[in-house]
């Protein structure tokens, strides 16, 4: 009873000119000399990138230089595996995390799934293939159907420049389970915590079992917590799934005294506990599985400017936060998220919002829950706008609103709930990005939450209103389903004087929960420019820094040049510039986070756009892709120190 991840031991091959089906492919005779080693998770792109097929793409405009034709067809992985004869024996299922975008999946010369099921970025899938393993070596393929124009595929918005393979691949782990006929599947903890004394808080757990034999299984379900346990027998129709439950009323052991709550940044400690569930038959564990969980509360409420904020344990938190996005080809690696993990606390931010369900496992929510980050996770905008998805949008849902269209984005929430909902550093899930949802959609998402998930609220859209005043109906993002989202994106998002934050009223200003906002492009240090621009391109700015930029209104850096030019001086050099740059970042960034604290009450929440870039550029990053923090970073680090010093002595002393 065992999980392997395939991780290694990985081949890719673009199926141009490759004249055999996934029926040969699998087999163990046939030869891979010819194609790239790979390992997985991977985008296409990345492995080229690993194989010496392409050089240094973000240096220059090195990117734009990879031809994109070749990534309109599908390609190839594929992965040999060996079992011993316990192992085989056993009942043997492979899951897929994630495939950038449909697939046809072979095992040993048999096809075990094709595009009709694998279809979908956000999908995961779990197939029983006792029956196609043996013990020895097996052969996995996987033919990867890449995204087209339509499809709701990961995206990068106008953040920087698209990834020319538009990321395909299986981006997301491959794992093999092993049981002997039922499998303990979807764990859930929920707390409820008592929050007048935080003395006490029940927990309610749920998970489904899985019997995969054809015969009745009876057993026992056992579940531990440190030194508590408790169990339920259980008896399991062929091939039938049940859902199991144990509540606090039944096990009174699941009322915690005294429990070790889990905190955000500087409320307290993140504390985390272990669950480990195991199905017994006839005193044989026939399957186990363990997952980590935190025990605190989320609620969210209206302030009397009718904005909305959030509880955690029952205290009022104001959200410090900045924008989440991956590497451009999907292969950040565990040491930079623990990096960048690290720079979010000691930034003193409590939060990290995810434009899209990033990740290509859960190391970095994992981070998260150890670290006391809250996250705001849910879909990108991506999808809501035609030029970015590539097809014909609703100018008040997006792109999703046939049915089809609707059944895949659903069922693609249901599975990214299941995946995530343990990780108490999830506090909302937002639904929506720049506009609602289509109802019919909404409400297959209040289905799946109030089936799968009660324990945190959710937004229908991070846009929304604006006023300190009252609602600016013209600006308000209404659901017929679930009303007022009660924040707002209303900006700005490029040079903004420092007094903006305190005396704007009606937009941006320092009120209500603003999920995203930026005072400008922040360029890098010096050291990272010359990483990024060629030598014969540093001076002055120009085609290069721009394709260096993000898209649209963000694609130069003009404004920035011209505040530079009338706030300090023209820059003469690359290095007066970039000097100046600094400044403007550290006096840009300071008032924008200080206005929010100062107004804590009529302000609930604050949203850096970004934290980090996905690439070497020069906008919207508190620290760039080479993880060399700019003066934005020690401005955002500074501003928290003042309020501490606010409270204690009711007035400011800039330093």
């Known amino acids: 009873m065992n999980n392997i991840k395939l991780e290694k031991n990985w081949k890719l091959h673009s199926s141009e000119n490759l004249n055999h089906d996934g029926g040969k492919i699998s087999l163990s005779e046939f030869n891979t000399s010819d194609w790239y080693s790979a390992k997985v998770p991977s985008t ?41 004869a316990k192992q085989s024996n056993n009942t043997v299922l492979i899951s897929f995390d994630g495939i950038n975008y449909k697939a046809n999946i072979w095992i040993n010369g048999r096809i075990i799934a094709d595009t009709n099921t694998v279809n979908g970025a956000f999908r995961r899938f779990q197939f029983d293939i006792s029956k196609d393993v043996a013990e020895g070596k ?26 020319p393979d538009n990321n ?44 995969h034999t054809d015969k009745k299984v009876s057993g026992i379900l056992q579940g531990e917590i440190e030194n508590i346990k408790f169990l339920k027998s259980v008896v399991l129709e062929p091939n039938k799934t049940k859902t199991i439950y144990f509540n606090a009323e039944d096990f009174p052991q699941l009322i915690f005294k005294n429990p070790k709550l889990w905190w955000p940044n500087r409320l307290g400690d993140p504390n985390l506990y272990v669950l480990q569930l195991k199905f017994i038959e006839s005193e044989k564990i026939i399957d ?50 623990k990096t960048q993990i690290a720079y979010v606390k000691d930034m003193n931010l409590n939060c990290i919002r995810l434009e899209g369900f990033w990740g290509k496992d859960q190391k970095l929510y994992d981070l998260c829950d150890e670290n006391g980050i809250l996250i705001m996770v849910g879909w990108s905008c991506h999808w809501e706008h035609e030029e970015y998805v590539g097809k014909p949008v609703d100018s008040r849902y997006g792109g999703v609103v046939e049915p089809d269209e609707i059944d895949l984005i659903s069922r693609s929430w249901e599975d990214q709930v299941l995946w995530l909902r343990n990780h108490p550093s999830i506090f909302v899930w937002t639904v929506g990005s720049d506009l609602l949802p289509h109802p019919d959609l909404e409400k297959k998402y209040v ?42 994106m209303l900006g700005p998002y490029a040079y903004t004087p420092p007094i903006y934050w305190y005396t704007n009223k009606n937009l941006g200003g320092a009120y209500g929960f603003n999920t995203e906002t930026s005072p400008g492009a922040n360029i890098p240090p010096i050291e990272s420019i010359k990483k990024m621009i ?89 620290y760039d892709s080479y993880l060399m923090p700019n003066a934005a970073y020690f401005a955002a680090k500074k501003q928290m120190n003042l309020y501490t010093l606010y409270i204690i002595t009711g007035r400011i002393q800039y330093m």
């Not at 052969?139 to 124009?149: F, Q, R, S």
């Not at 491959?174 to 979807?186: C, E, M, P």
């Not at 997952?291 to 209206?302: A, H, L, N, T, W």
């Open 168 to 211: 395909i691949g299986i981006f997301r782990d491959v794992t093999l389970h092993f049981n002997g006929g039922v499998s303990i599947r979807n764990p859930f903890v929920e707390t409820k915590v008592e929050l007048k004394t935080l003395r006490k808080a029940n927990l309610n757990i749920s998970t489904e079992i899985v019997n």
């Open 44 to 84: 296409v792109l990345a492995t080229l990138v690993e194989n010496g097929v392409y050089h240094n793409p973000y240096f220059g405009t090195n990117l734009k230089k990879i031809p994109t034709e070749q990534f309109k067809q599908p390609w190839w992985y594929r992965s040999e595996f060996n079992l011993d």
């Open 447 to 488: 289905e799946t939450f109030n089936k799968y998930d009660t324990t945190r609220p959710y937004l229908n859209s991070t846009g929304g209103i604006g006023s300190e005043q009252g609602i600016i109906s013209s600006s308000e993002i209404i659901s017929e389903i679930s009303g007022s989202s009660r924040v707002k």
């Open 288 to 337: 186990q599985t363990t997952v980590s969980f935190g025990i605190r509360q989320i609620e969210d409420y209206v302030n009397e400017g009718g904005h909305r904020g959030f509880k955690v344990n029952g205290h009022k938190v104001l959200i410090r936060g900045a924008g989440w996005t991956d590497d451009l080809f999907l292969q950040d690696t565990y040491e930079s998220l």
């Open 534 to 622: 060629p030598e014969n391109h540093l001076w002055p700015v120009d085609e290069v820094w721009n394709f260096h930029c993000g898209k649209n209104s963000f694609s130069n850096i003009d404004r920035t040049l011209t505040a530079i030019e009338k706030r300090y001086g023209k820059p003469e050099s690359v290095n007066d510039f970039v000097f100046k740059s600094q400044l403007l970042n550290y006096e840009l960034m300071r008032p924008m986070f200080e206005a929010f604290q100062i107004n804590q009450g009529k302000a609930t929440g604050i949203i850096q756009w970004m934290l980090n870039s996905a690439w070497p550029e020069m906008y919207w990053q508190l």
């Open 138 to 163: 097996n052969v996995l393929a996987v033919e990867v159907i890449p995204p087209k124009p339509g499809d709701f595929s990961i995206g990068f918005v106008d953040w920087n420049p698209n990834p």
